[in-house]
């Protein structure tokens, strides 16, 4: 975590061995901050709102973050296809892996 310079706290999911860490133990304001990141800034507060931690973004389905989180669905479909769907294929392959 980084104190910014207004005295809030960033957490920011670190990069390892070229991936994320697993979202499955991301807090809150790190799926907020991965969505801000990655160019949702007004989108990212829905999971805020909606409390939504990693483990909760892996249980997802294209259902939940279209109509559960009351985004426009532009940016919904975008969010599920390039990243929530993304993030669980990842967190499914690490753990057979790890197997």
């Not at 910014?4 to 960033?10: A, I, L, P």
């Amino acid at each position: 975590m980084e104190n910014k310079t207004n005295g809030s706290v960033e957490a920011k999911p670190k990069v390892e061995n070229g991936q994320l860490p697993d979202p499955a133990d991301w807090a809150v304001t790190d799926v907020v901050n991965y969505f801000k990141a990655a160019g949702f800034e007004e989108q990212a507060t829905a999971f805020q709102d909606q409390e939504i931690d990693g483990k909760s973004l892996l249980l997802m389905t294209r259902n939940d973050v279209l109509t559960g989180l009351s985004i426009k669905l532009g940016p919904a479909l975008k969010i599920y296809e390039y990243h929530v769907k993304p993030l669980q294929t990842q967190h499914l392959k690490s753990n057979a892996n790890a197997s």
